[in-house]
């Protein structure tokens, strides 16, 4: 992880442990998917010689766990939480509640109907 | 009445030419359905927002202006408040024995009743 | 309607079509409805003076009738003259916008406005016609697509407590507006005056079709050579705002925005700090 890592800090959201090994996650994977999806595409062609797409299939298997998009999870960016997380608003529900309540959330009101 | 095969064959090539789609009248598995993915490095990659400046970088940057911070403000007269009432944080704690004494009284306790019984 | 007591109607009413031409509108342009929309106006009136009115106004209407609802039965030119009348470009502000008919129906451009709030939509929608209308442009008024809604239901408290929840939900209002028989710079011309003049809280899609003949791949290569010295010339200006009177180029807006205060402070991550084409860590 610490080869990924970047020097200076660019997060302007609630800063943790986790959410910072997440941010770097993200950046190599934006990174290298251009390599991951290349390899992938050899593996499942089906006219390419079986030895280069043995070759692939490894190659793609020692490829570092960061840049796997699997590893990737969307958390919370005001409390850093990784359950519960909202896509629409990138935050928890109780996080979500307490901003739609305050207004901060643009259109959001208490429903009744 | 029937077709040739080679005349839907030719058809199928004028589609694809015209449509830039890719000719596999076999259906074979080349692997295409994974070049026509879009990549969603960036859009993955944009998710935390940045570093933007805060109400400290700006008195930094410019300490003759005079900056109000709401919810600092906010927060200390809240803390204010809570002090007078007696309710503020506990005083921390210099060497470890100041903060063994709950588990002495826990152990006295315990003896106490050990002897008693 | 009578004039004298001006009644708020509810917007469905107010789209039915009646009768003859407006007497202050000329019957070269059709019009859909002529029920003015109404409403209390103060007096359409220009007193150069306030100290003294002029000498024309006491014969005219007495001040304190609320007089300029137009109908049929405003004077127009007869008995004294009265304050001079508005350009028939403003007193069209006060009426429902005018259309074009469409002589084929082919639509040109579906152009989508999205909101959270009706008001503010319907506001620019009004906006989006008239302009429409001056551009020449036949435009299909705002029809209303289907709203959608949004809800989400999230337990009240931090932590446990499943069973006590709340419903939040957010609505998001539609319009469709489509422009028929539309000539595609006229349509881009359009978007773009929309675009310049945007209202908030109003998002907008836009789908444009446009004709060409056979063969469009091939010339489409070298038009977009032609293309670059002109394109280019915009994209240097990205950011600019036109109505400064400075020809910044892009370089010069970062060189500016990269001054050492505003990067401390910014943590170099500011708005157009970097040009759009490089992505950093």
Same mark, same amino acid.
């Given at each position: 992880m610490s080869m990924f890592r970047a020097k200076k800090l660019d997060l302007g959201s609630f800063v943790n442990v986790k959410v910072i090994r997440d941010h770097t996650k993200r950046k190599v994977f934006a990174e290298n998917e251009p390599e991951r999806q290349a390899l992938r595409y050899i593996i $499942?062609?089906?006219?390419?010689?079986?030895?280069?797409?043995?070759?692939?299939?490894?190659?793609?298997?020692?490829?570092?766990?960061?840049?796997?998009?699997?590893?990737? $999870?969307?958390?919370?960016?005001?409390?850093?939480?990784?359950?519960?997380?909202? $896509?629409?608003? @990138?935050?928890? $529900?109780?996080?979500?509640?307490?901003?739609?309540?305050?207004? %901060?959330?643009?259109?959001? %009101?208490?429903?009744?109907? | 009445m029937a077709v040739p095969r080679s005349r839907i064959l030719d058809l199928m090539k004028v589609q694809c030419r015209i449509f830039s789609h890719t000719f596999n009248p076999e259906g074979q598995r080349l692997g295409n359905k994974v070049l026509r993915q879009r990549l969603k490095g960036p859009a993955l990659a944009s998710y935390y927002p940045r570093k933007m400046g805060t109400y400290k970088d700006l008195q930094k940057a410019y300490p003759e202006w005079e900056v109000i911070n709401e919810e600092e403000e906010h927060r200390r007269e809240m803390l204010k408040i809570i002090k007078a009432r007696g @309710?503020?944080?506990?005083? @921390?704690?210099?060497?470890? =024995?100041e903060s063994k004494k709950f588990k002495n009284k826990k152990r006295a306790a315990e003896r106490a009743a050990g002897t008693a019984t | 309607m009578a004039s004298s007591t001006p009644i708020r109607l509810p917007w469905r009413l107010l789209t039915r079509a009646v009768g003859a031409a407006h007497p202050l509108i000329p019957s070269t342009h059709y019009i859909r409805t002529q029920q003015p929309i109404s409403f209390q106006r103060p007096a359409i009136s220009r007193n150069y003076s306030e100290a003294t009115p002029p000498p024309e106004v006491e014969n005219a209407t007495p001040p304190s009738q609320p007089p300029q609802t137009l109908t049929e039965n405003t004077p127009v030119s007869e008995g004294p003259p009265g304050p001079p009348r508005l350009p028939r470009a403003v007193q069209a502000v006060y009426l429902r916008p005018l259309r074009r008919q469409a002589e084929y129906g082919v639509p040109s451009c579906d152009?989508?406005?999205?909101?959270?709030?009706?008001?503010?939509? =319907?506001?620019?929608?009004?906006?989006?016609?008239?302009?429409?209308?001056?551009?020449?442009?036949?435009?299909?008024?705002?029809?209303?697509?289907?709203?959608?809604? =949004?809800?989400?239901?999230?337990?009240?408290?931090?932590?446990?407590?499943? %069973?006590?929840? =709340?419903?939040?939900?957010?609505?998001?209002?539609?319009?469709?507006?489509?422009? %028929?028989?539309?000539?595609?710079?006229?349509?881009?011309?359009?978007?773009?005056?929309?675009? @310049?003049?945007?209202?908030?809280g109003i998002g907008m899609k836009a789908n444009v079709f446009e004709f060409a003949k056979v063969g469009v791949g091939k010339n489409m290569d070298t038009e977009m050579e032609k293309m670059k010295d002109i394109v280019g010339k915009t994209w240097d200006r990205v950011g600019v705002a036109t109505t400064v009177g400075t020809k910044l180029t892009a370089e010069e807006i970062i060189e500016r925005v990269n001054t050492q205060n505003f990067r401390a402070a910014t943590h170099g991550n500011a708005p157009l700090s970097k040009l759009p084409g490089s992505i950093s860590r």
């Open positions: $499942r062609n089906l006219a390419l010689p079986q030895r280069t797409r043995v070759q692939a299939q490894l190659q793609l298997a020692q490829m570092h766990c960061y840049t796997r998009p699997t590893q990737i $999870r969307n958390r919370c960016i005001e409390g850093g939480k990784g359950r519960g997380v909202l $896509r629409d608003f @990138k935050m928890t $529900r109780y996080n979500f509640r307490l901003n739609a309540l305050a207004g %901060k959330l643009p259109g959001v %009101k208490k429903a009744s109907w | @309710k503020g944080a506990p005083k @921390k704690k210099r060497t470890a =024995e | 152009l989508q406005l999205r909101s959270y709030s009706v008001r503010n939509l =319907e506001f620019f929608c009004d906006f989006a016609l008239r302009a429409a209308y001056y551009l020449g442009l036949p435009a299909s008024g705002p029809v209303p697509l289907p709203r959608i809604t =949004e809800r989400w239901t999230v337990p009240r408290a931090s932590f446990v407590y499943k %069973k006590s929840q =709340e419903n939040f939900e957010r609505r998001t209002v539609r319009r469709l507006i489509q422009i %028929k028989d539309g000539n595609p710079e006229t349509v881009e011309l359009w978007l773009a005056f929309l675009q @310049k003049h945007a209202y908030y």
